[in-house]
């Protein structure tokens, strides 16, 4: 089955610096990528996600990057604020009902 | 909003003893899915349901249970919980299985604790 792995765990960055994570992925036929953010004491929640016939997509502050041939994806914040502290989640899906989630990232904004 | 609501956000139960978690959606979805999350992991999924057709995931242990009486309500039912049962439980929902189509949304969860 899918293999989904996030790096770095944790990530601490300057309020208004940029953060990226990145995930890579066994499954080289999944073809849909999202990322979850679940802030304390709250589900997660679909921020952004991208289809493998996409290279990039930005949604104002957030941008995700596709890489197929490296098997890898990359969640871009910019302008970071403290409200984007949250663990975020990345996720690959091959078409089915099942998404294979990575295991987080801890991003800490310091104002 | 349309939304999905998980009750009790807490429910603590004692060691054996049988608990329901219950959600409720008013997104009119197809799907309903239930997870397991552990602290500082990702969410597991234990089932789903595609309408009424029940589908279990090949490790979910036989203790769980779930029940799916109409569109809007899932049950999941812990039958004799364990230490190791520990975990907040997420309800997400989706109005098709193809994720790409049809994100999850996920109830804000309800925390177990087992004593």
């Given at each position: 089955?899918?293999?989904?792995?996030?790096?770095?765990?944790?990530?601490?960055?300057?309020?208004?610096?940029?953060?990226?994570?990145?995930?890579?992925?066994?499954?080289?036929?999944?073809?849909?990528?999202?990322?979850?953010?679940?802030?304390?004491?709250?589900?997660?929640?679909?921020?952004?996600?991208?289809?493998?016939?996409?290279?990039?997509?930005?949604?104002q502050r957030i941008a995700v990057?596709?890489?197929?041939?490296?098997?890898?994806?990359?969640?871009?914040?910019?302008?970071?604020?403290?409200?984007?502290?949250?663990?975020?989640?990345?996720?690959?899906?091959?078409?089915?009902?099942?998404?294979?989630?990575?295991?987080?990232?801890?991003?800490v904004v310091i104002p | 909003d349309?939304?999905?609501?998980?009750?009790?956000?807490?429910?603590?139960?004692?060691?054996?003893?049988?608990?329901?978690?219950?959600?409720?959606?008013?997104?009119?979805?197809?799907?309903?899915?239930?997870?397991?999350?552990?602290?500082?992991?990702?969410?597991?999924?234990?089932?789903?349901?595609?309408?009424?057709?029940?589908?279990?995931?090949?490790?979910?242990?036989?203790?769980?249970?779930?029940?799916?009486?109409?569109?809007?309500?899932?049950?999941?039912?812990?039958?004799?919980?364990?230490?190791?049962?520990?975990?907040?439980?997420?309800?997400?929902?989706?109005?098709?299985?193809?994720?790409?189509?049809?994100?999850?949304?996920?109830?804000?969860?309800?925390?177990?604790?087992?004593?």
């Amino acid at each position: 089955g899918e293999n989904v792995e996030q790096h770095p765990s944790t990530l601490s960055v300057q309020e208004g610096d940029s953060a990226v994570i990145k995930c890579t992925y066994s499954d080289s036929a999944s073809n849909y990528f999202p990322w979850y953010k679940q802030e304390l004491g709250k589900g997660p929640q679909l921020i952004i996600d991208i289809r493998s016939n996409v290279g990039e997509k930005k949604d104002q502050r957030i941008a995700v990057t596709l890489n197929k041939t490296a098997k890898h994806f990359s969640l871009h914040i910019t302008e970071t604020q403290p409200e984007d502290s949250a663990v975020y989640f990345c996720a690959a899906s091959d078409g089915n009902n099942r998404l294979a989630f990575g295991k987080g990232n801890q991003v800490v904004v310091i104002p | 909003d349309a939304m999905v609501i998980q009750n009790p956000r807490y429910q603590v139960t004692q060691f054996g003893k049988p608990v329901t978690l219950s959600c409720s959606q008013t997104l009119n979805h197809n799907v309903m899915y239930w997870y397991q999350q552990k602290s500082s992991q990702a969410p597991k999924l234990l089932f789903h349901y595609y309408d009424k057709d029940f589908n279990n995931e090949a490790d979910t242990p036989d203790n769980f249970q779930s029940r799916r009486p109409n569109t809007s309500f899932c049950f999941l039912d812990i039958r004799s919980p364990g230490l190791g049962d520990a975990a907040m439980y997420l309800c997400a929902t989706s109005r098709g299985v193809w994720q790409g189509a049809s994100p999850l949304h996920f109830g804000n969860g309800t925390r177990l604790t087992v004593t």
